[in-house]
């Protein structure tokens, strides 16, 4: 190994620095190497003889966006599905939450009837308080849903890798 940098990791894949001739001995083959980072002061110049050598140059950018589709492809559909489990768990503790205040209030509501409340007030007042709470929801979710998409700019990825480490975006 040649060296090991702070914050130089891909998506779950750590970087190894090590010479071309130590990687061929570790894993016992010839012409295995991944990739090579380069610094230069002529990144131009560089990439045009690593090119014509028949070598893939990538910038950094290019091998961070390399990364995000790799860790997007290994990871979206798992996401996705626990984001659709989460949905779906979440709009049946909904209902559950609606189904129990309309329990609770049945005692009033049978009051309010006896009062000479007509179907149309009662049917108002049970679906009234879960209403307010989906609106609340909605609320919540579009101060979430700003929250996360003013971070960047462009249509938002499922997976973003950053510095701070990796951020899920929904």
């Given at each position: 190994m040649v060296g090991l940098t702070d914050d130089t990791?891909?998506?779950?894949?750590?970087?190894?620095?090590?010479?071309?001739?130590?990687?061929?001995?570790?894993?016992?083959?010839?012409?295995?190497?991944?990739?090579?980072?380069?610094?230069?002061s002529d990144p131009a110049g560089v990439s045009n003889r690593l090119e014509a050598a028949g070598f893939t140059v990538r910038s950094p950018a290019g091998l961070h966006d390399a990364s995000l589709q790799l860790a997007t492809d290994i990871y979206g559909s798992p996401v996705r599905l626990m984001v659709g489990v989460a949905f779906a768990a979440g709009?049946?503790?909904?209902?559950?939450?609606?189904?129990?205040?309309?329990?609770?209030?049945?005692?009033?509501?049978?009051?309010?009837?006896?009062?000479g409340a007509t179907l149309r007030r009662l049917r108002r007042i049970a679906v009234g308080q879960p209403?307010?709470?989906?609106?609340?929801?909605?609320?919540?979710?579009?101060?979430?849903?700003?929250?996360?998409?003013?971070?960047?700019?462009?249509?938002?990825?499922?997976?973003?890798?950053?510095?701070?480490?990796?951020?899920?975006?929904?």
């Open positions: 990791a891909l998506f779950m894949t750590p970087l190894l620095f090590t010479t071309t001739a130590g990687l061929d001995q570790m894993l016992q083959a010839t012409g295995t190497t991944g990739a090579i980072l380069v610094t230069t709009t049946l503790i909904v209902a559950l939450v609606a189904y129990t205040q309309v329990t609770e209030q049945q005692r009033e509501l049978v009051v309010l009837k006896a009062l209403a307010q709470v989906r609106a609340a929801a909605r609320a919540a979710e579009a101060d979430l849903a700003t929250g996360l998409s003013s971070e960047h700019e462009g249509p938002s990825p499922l997976l973003r890798v950053g510095s701070a480490g990796v951020v899920f975006e929904l």
